[in-house]
Antibody
Framework: EVQLVESGGGLVQPGRSMKLSCAASGFTFNNYDMAWVCQAPKKGLEWVAT????????YYRDSVKGRFTISRDNAKSTLYLQMDSLRSEDTATYYC?????????????WGQGVMVTVSS | DIVLTQSPALAVSLGQRATISCRAS??????MHWYQQKSGQQPKLLIY???NLASGVPARFSGSGSGTDFTFTIDPVEADDIATYYCQQSRNDPYTFGAGTKLELK
């Protein structure tokens, strides 16, 4: 059974940093691209970042470029999101998601999410 | 960025058909996917590639469309289907989601 379990969220002050983790199990982690998707309170879903299966390529939405870093440790089957210079608008639930590539890319499994609150 | 437009809410009766639309600001060909999100839960993949049913998803759910106009259907609607449904495109970066359609009971 595919499982994605996020951790590391909480309350953080504006301008500070936070690192999220996502522990994966039930599949061969290093065969899949992975992503982070966020959801602000009472709002819709927003893609944040993607990393290729081997970590060689990363992609970010414009609003987090230069502030967030996605990475992975395939030996530990773990995905990370380092979030620096946090802003109030980064407040959201962050989901780790597996990317499946057939003819299209889509998010086929999601973690339960972790809440990040940026506030003084 | 490609903008996906969904109606905010849809009220249906149990046992009836629910049809949710998603319109893309430019063609995404068949790169459209649908997710269900129940209150307090993570999203769940239902349909990928516009019309393909994800593993384990009941055949009551279906999707159609290509280009800019897509439809997601539940027939018949069951009580457990009350949720918000999101469309998402992966034709162009950045991947974008619709704002979601909240399915409500009449």
């Amino acid at each position: 059974e595919v499982q994605l379990v996020e951790s590391g969220g909480g309350l953080v002050q504006p301008g500070r940093s936070m690192k999220l983790s996502c522990a994966a199990s039930g599949f061969t982690f290093n065969n899949y691209d992975m992503a982070w998707v966020c959801q602000a309170p009472k709002k819709g879903l927003e893609w944040v970042a993607t990393i290729s299966y081997d970590g060689s390529s990363t992609y970010y939405r414009d609003s987090v470029k230069g502030r967030f870093t996605i990475s992975r440790d395939n030996a530990k089957s773990t995905l990370y999101l380092q979030m620096d210079s946090l802003r109030s608008e980064d407040t959201a639930t962050y989901y780790c998601a597996r990317l499946r590539l057939l003819q299209w890319y889509y998010f086929d499994y999601w973690g339960q999410g972790v809440m990040v609150t940026v506030s003084s | 960025d490609i903008v996906l437009t969904q109606s905010p809410a849809l009220a249906v009766s149990l046992g009836q058909r629910a049809t949710i639309s998603c319109r893309a600001s430019e063609s995404v060909r068949s790169s459209m996917h649908w997710y269900q999100q129940k209150s307090g839960q993570q999203p769940k993949l239902l349909i990928y590639g516009a019309s393909n049913l994800a593993s384990g998803v009941p055949a009551r759910f279906s999707g159609s469309g290509s280009g800019t106009d897509f439809t997601f259907t539940i027939d018949p609607v069951e009580a457990d289907d009350i949720a918000t449904y999101y469309c998402q495109q992966s034709r162009n970066d950045p991947y974008t989601f619709g704002a979601g359609t909240k399915l409500e009971l009449k």
